[in-house]
């Protein structure tokens, strides 16, 4: 059983910065899964932010590149996401999810391909 916990989440403004962390206990080693962050908006659909797999390799929805770092300290189990230039549009519930990948690329962003989720922690951008 893998357990994920979100934190860092907070209020800023426009154009300012934030981390995020993901901690986790998992059965298997922390480097063997492909982990991501996913965004859910009131009232809208959960979207992935940005993935890095077991490889290292990374991925980013267009919304986010050049402005998110997704990084992973696999010593630790802990993932994380570095907010840059945040804009209200950030403004959502963060989740943290991962699956199970070897040492392979993470595959894609779509969250019916990970198994296990966190809780949840809530940005948000004032103007």
């Known amino acids: 059983q893998v357990q994920l916990q979100e934190s860092g989440g907070a209020s800023v403004q426009a154009g300012g910065s934030l981390g995020l962390s993901c901690a986790a206990s998992?059965?298997?080693?922390?480097?063997?899964?492909?982990l991501a962050w996913f965004r859910q908006a009131a009232g809208k659909e959960r979207e992935g932010v940005a993935g890095i797999g077991g490889d290292g390799s990374t991925k980013y929805a267009d919304s986010v590149k050049g402005r998110f770092t997704i990084s992973r300290d696999d010593d630790k189990s802990i993932m994380y996401l570095q907010m840059n230039d945040l804009k209200p549009e950030d403004t959502a519930m963060y989740y943290c999810a991962t699956y199970f990948c070897g040492r392979d690329a993470i595959s894609s962003l779509n969250s019916s391909a990970f198994t296990y989720w966190g809780q949840g922690t809530q940005v948000t951008v004032s103007s």
């Open positions: 998992v059965y298997t080693k922390f480097g063997w899964n492909c």
